[in-house]
């Protein structure tokens, strides 16, 4: 007779799925664009022939010593440096800022979500300021780090910060309640508008802490990275995704206090941006002169943009300082049927239908020979 106690099965009254957070329990999936291949195939053409604009990428692509970097890479089968000892040397020459005070991520989203981690509680009632329409992973972040979120909409046809509104918040709540974080994109996604120096002065003087996303700076050239050290409530977020051509490779970085900094090294994920994503970033410093002109020939292109829409009296540009235009569609379409006729020539843009979006469209510019294809499928409609 076998003396082996029988194995202890799970009590069936557990039932794990009951034990996950509920906020995130009943959180809407996130809508992911579909994969790049995937579209083509779905308009039947090759990837090579689609005219990407739906996005905010850099239709140039990485620097030429992106590749030839990760050729020669040595060491990708060790760990990468926690530090980005290299990236941040590089950066402090790029930026002009001193590297204790910068950190690098896998893309400025990394540090989004790691400024959640490190200021909210989740189930507290902490909460953050949005400031719609704007870049949606701060939502995200909030509803994955429970977080409460208090909009301030921008104010209606120039999209600029409604900074009475936000301070109204602070002067209407008790010093235990005032949001966490506010968070402010300039230039903004999707509008391109910039932040002015005043507004920001007056939201740094908020007792919160200002995160100022300048994602799309290399195209504004509106910087305030250089403020950092002054302020003990400023970040400034960056990336490669946008200037460097790097979107893939999943690289950014920020510029913090050296009060908040310390803490997000204990917080971070130790090997948080790879060795290929510290060679390429490196190398795109290297040869920025390259990138920036490709930056100076998408603002060229922005220019001519304003020019060429003018043509189409259904179709009225935003003011932009970034690589995208926000445009809103009249005269009897619908900004949902531009996008579809546009997608049957093989040309993706964005459009939106959300409130104060309704009936508009972002198109990132592209190289020269896209954007011609652009006004002459816009001719087509
Ligand atoms: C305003 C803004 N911030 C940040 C990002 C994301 O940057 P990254 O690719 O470095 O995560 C984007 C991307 O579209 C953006 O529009």
Known sequence: MSTTPARQSTPRVYTPVDHIRPELKSMSPYTPILPYEVLAERLNRSPADIVKLDANENPYGPAPAVAKGLADAQYL?????PASGFLRDALQDYTGLSKEYLLAGAGADELIDLLFRLFIVPGKGHSVINLPPTFGMYKFDADVNGADVVN???????????????EHVFENAAPEDYPKIIFVASPNNPDGSVVSDDVLRRLLALPTLVVLDEAY????????????????????LRTFSKWAGLAGMRVGYGAFPLGIIEHLWKIKQPYNVSVASQIAAVASIREKGNLLAKVERMIAQRGLFYKEVK??????????????VLCRVAGGRTAAQVKEQLAERGILIRYYTAKGLADCIRI?????????????ALVEL
Do not use: C
């Open 311 to 324: 043509r189409f009296d259904w179709l009225t540009p935003f003011p932009s300082q970034s690589n995208y």
């Open 77 to 81: 089968h060790i760990y990468p440096d």
């Open 152 to 166: 301030v909409k921008r104010k209606h046809g120039s999209f600029a910060v409604d900074i009475e509104a936000v």
């Open 217 to 236: 700076f290399e195209f504004a050239q509106d910087n305030r990275l250089l403020w950092v050290p002054r302020y003990d409530n400023l970040v400034v």
């Open 364 to 376: 990132s510019m592209g190289t020269e020979e896209q954007m011609k294809r652009l006004y002459e």
